[in-house]
């Protein structure tokens, strides 16, 4: 079973940085992303940022800029590099992985790592 487990979230003061790591596990036949979702209560789940199997990136664009997200070339590990970050960026930040496999496409959520950026 695919599984991912994020880490690398805490407590960073505004302008701080922060490197999330988003570790895959499990078969994988086909990848056709990976990507960094973010959520605030009361909020519905954001995009944050996706890598897709050639390397293409792209971003919210509120954030681009300032995060960058890079993935290992066996697509067993997404890292999304945050850096000047604000109070805003708050939130709970999910992995998800979107896979396809004899054309049936599946997707796979981490539990997420909390990120917080206080005033």
């Known amino acids: 079973q695919v599984q991912l487990v994020e880490s690398g979230g805490g407590l960073v003061q505004p302008g701080g940085s922060l490197r999330l790591s988003c570790l895959v596990t499990?078969?994988?036949?086909?990848?056709?992303?990976l990507r960094w979702y973010r959520q605030s209560p009361g909020k519905q789940r954001e995009f944050v940022a996706g890598?897709?199997?050639?390397?293409?990136?792209n971003y919210e664009e509120s954030l681009k800029g300032r995060f960058t997200i890079s993935k290992t070339d066996l697509n067993d590990r997404a890292d999304l590099q945050m850096n000047n970050l604000k109070p805003e960026d708050t939130g709970m930040y999910y992995c998800?992985?979107?896979?396809?496999?004899?054309?049936?496409?599946?997707?796979?959520w981490g539990q997420g790592t909390q990120v917080t950026v206080p005033p």
């Open positions: 998800n992985i979107q896979t396809r496999r004899d054309g049936h496409p599946s997707s796979y």
């Open positions: 499990g078969s994988i036949y086909s990848v056709i992303g």
């Open positions: 890598i897709d199997e050639a390397g293409t990136t």
